[in-house]
């Protein structure tokens, strides 16, 4: 058995991955692709999971993605961008960096600095985030997010 001593001290989820916290709920999307999208905590509060359910170009996509900071096995911390992975009824997965500044929530496709990207900005109230896709070559489209709950 462990011991466990008064300078033990539990892991916490560092300020950037916290300050995801703004995100939980429900919202309702609008834009290039219509549905819902619900936002939780994992319990320890290391990760948030995003349930989706939305339609995009006549297709059905539903899925949960769960955003925190890697720590592969056996590593003494977490990786320095907060990674997540998409996992989609197709079969299909998809990686994303998230950023938050300020109230500019930037989603990036792939890696940081990726060219296909998701930049949006938070309403005063929190209760909106309202921006666009973009992806190479000049396409993309605008989504916004709504708080329904």
Partial sequence: ??????????????????????????????????????????????????????????QRIAGFEVIGREKPFGAESAGEDIKSRFYDSQGNTFDYVYELDGDTLTIWGGEKGSPAYYRGTFSADGDTLSGAWVYPGGGGYDSSMTRIK
Avoid: C, H, K
């Avoid at 429900?26 to 339609?55: C, H, K, N, P």
């Fill in 1 to 58: 058995m462990t011991e466990i001593t008064e300078n033990t001290q539990v892991a916490q989820p560092d300020e950037q991955v916290r300050a995801l916290e703004r995100l939980v709920g429900s919202w309702r999307v609008s834009g290039g692709a219509e549905g819902t999208v619900t936002y939780r905590w994992l319990d320890g509060g290391f990760f948030l999971i995003q349930d989706i359910e939305m339609e995009q170009y006549g």
